[in-house]
């Protein structure tokens, strides 16, 4: 107890300090964009609330495309229209490379490729996965692979149907693509459809992984502070990797005993880690603690986005009939009598394809990207942006942009057939994965599940709302973080067709 007064004391010190700094700070800069007049030491930040993406969005009506505000001690200044976003992602990339990284994933961020900088290791690392994970090569020789995955969601689902059961739509989605990341780096599942428990944890420390890394906290506001981790939010993270460490402990080291035992080699893409490693020349440095981050990046991201974008798929699909008959009737047209849909179907399906755009626009994974951190000091659209500022491109706004999308609250995949845009970060008004040297390296492989994975849900069964979703409406409720889910699990009642 004697501790306290100290701490208390020592706090107040830090805040007034770093408040009087601020007021130094910011009363030298001028020219920065628009934005609200913050507040004595914590700036903006009770303007945030519990959705930021949402309000950040109704400032930018208020304040234009490109906004700043004073968080904390932090400037932070956020994009919310294309052409923002192309002068921070394209334009001037090299500026923003590198990510302004968040306190709460504490070491993690040393050796994950997510949160590098723009460094000889970050290059490394990229290249390894985009050569040897992620490319046309690698994918297509894979495609057997994800048709296996698919096809064990289908029985499963099948299963459900045929017991009157009602479908998670988010769990199967997420224990199917949790599995193709782990056959891809494992050659094996690390856990099944039909275990609920193995299943439902992973899940659970992988949402609340990226939750954690997406939520404000006063650690990234006050710096001056950090070290106190006031919200606990830096323990917390630390529990769950060490959690998912253990687990990828156990898969290197056993295939490292299989290897000086003289088993046959895998060839997968952990085969190919231990092999750089052991040569001990390659400039990624995949030492364990590197493994475990890239293994921990993977894993997360592959799973929890795709998953949240066939769920949101099927529950704006379900809300809106027509548009459910339209995809419907194209896969009966174009894939007719066959029992399984390859990927080079989906070639055929523009109005699929105009559904998963659809659902992009309106619940983007990542709503507001992952944070920029400025280098030195630019003008962007007649605006200065200092250096160390944080800049964030919410992709969110964006896709409810009434400049852009007409009736932008509305479901309308038909306003995608005669427009082209693609999702690889040259179209700015639809940028899911981010866009520049920073794009998402998982993109192609998540293209290619959602799409095949929604289809086939859709072909092989009839979909129909629950009663009680049918009388109440579905519970449209997000939760923020880095990716945005939805806060109630959507069930969905299948039945074979």
């Known amino acids: 107890m004697g501790m306290l007064p100290v701490w208390v004391s020592w706090l107040i010190v830090s805040f007034l300090a770093v408040h009087l700094l601020n007021l130094h700070k910011h009363s030298r800069r001028r020219g920065l964009p628009p934005g609200p007049r913050p507040l004595p030491i ?24 490109l906004m700043s505000l004073r968080l904390g001690s932090v400037t932070t200044v956020v994009a919310s229209s294309p052409e923002a976003a192309r002068e921070i992602l394209q334009r001037h990339d090299a500026v923003f490379t590198n990510r302004s990284v968040p306190d709460a994933p504490g070491n993690h961020t040393k050796h994950s490729s997510v949160w590098l900088p723009n460094a000889p290791q970050w290059r490394a690392l990229r290249k390894l996965m985009s050569t040897e994970l992620f490319s046309p090569h690698r994918l297509d020789a894979l495609q057997h692979l994800r048709l296996a995955k698919v096809q064990e969601l289908i029985d499963h689902v099948g299963r459900l149907a045929r017991e ?25 599942d690390l856990t099944s459809l039909d275990d609920d428990g193995t299943s439902r944890e992973f899940q659970e420390v992988v949402t609340a992984i990226m939750e954690a890394v997406g939520i404000p906290n006063i650690s990234d506001f006050f710096p001056a502070v950090a070290a106190a981790d006031l919200q606990g939010w830096r323990r917390r993270l ?24 003289g088993h046959p080699r895998k060839n997968d893409f952990l085969d190919l880690l231990l092999d750089a490693a052991a040569r001990d020349d390659t400039t990624a440095r995949l030492d364990r603690d590197t493994l475990r981050s890239m293994f921990t990046d993977l894993f997360s991201a592959g799973s929890d986005t795709s998953s949240s974008t066939v769920e949101w798929a099927m529950v704006e699909l379900l809300q809106n009939p027509s548009s459910m008959a339209k995809a419907c009737d194209e896969l009966e047209r174009v894939i007719g009598s066959k ?27 990542a709503p507001l990207l992952l944070p920029r951190d400025t280098q030195v000091e630019i003008k962007i659209m007649g605006h200065t942006i200092p250096k160390g500022s944080r800049v964030f491109v ?21 306003r995608f057939l005669g427009r082209s845009v693609e999702l690889r970060g040259g179209d700015f008004d639809l940028i899911p994965f981010g866009g520049g040297r920073r794009i998402c390296p998982g993109l192609p492989l998540a293209i290619r599940m959602v799409h095949l994975l929604l289809a086939s849900l859709l072909k092989q069964f009839k979909w129909k709302l629950p009663v009680d979703a049918e009388r109440n409406g579905v519970d449209m409720t997000e939760k923020f973080g880095l990716t945005l889910t939805k806060a109630v699990p959507f069930y969905a009642i299948a039945s074979s067709i």
């Open 42 to 65: 914590i700036g903006s930040l009770h303007l945030l609330g519990k959705q930021p993406h949402r309000s950040l969005g109704r400032l930018t009506k208020t304040y234009g495309p």
């Open 339 to 365: 029992k399984t849909i390859e990927e080079s179907d989906i070639a055929l399906l523009p109005y699929l394809q105009a559904v998963i755009k659809e659902t992009f626009r309106l619940h983007p994974p």
């Open 164 to 188: 009157g059961q009602a479908v998670n739509v988010g769990r199967v989605a997420f224990i199917t693509s949790l599995n193709l990341v782990s056959c891809t780096i494992f050659s094996r």
């Open 238 to 261: 630390a529990r769950l990797f060490a959690r998912l460490h253990n687990i990828f402990d156990q898969e290197i080291d056993q295939r490292q005993r299989d290897h000086q035992a």
């Open 394 to 414: 919410n992709v969110w706004a964006m896709g409810r942009d009434k400049a852009v999308w007409s009736e932008p609250e509305k479901f309308m995949p038909e």
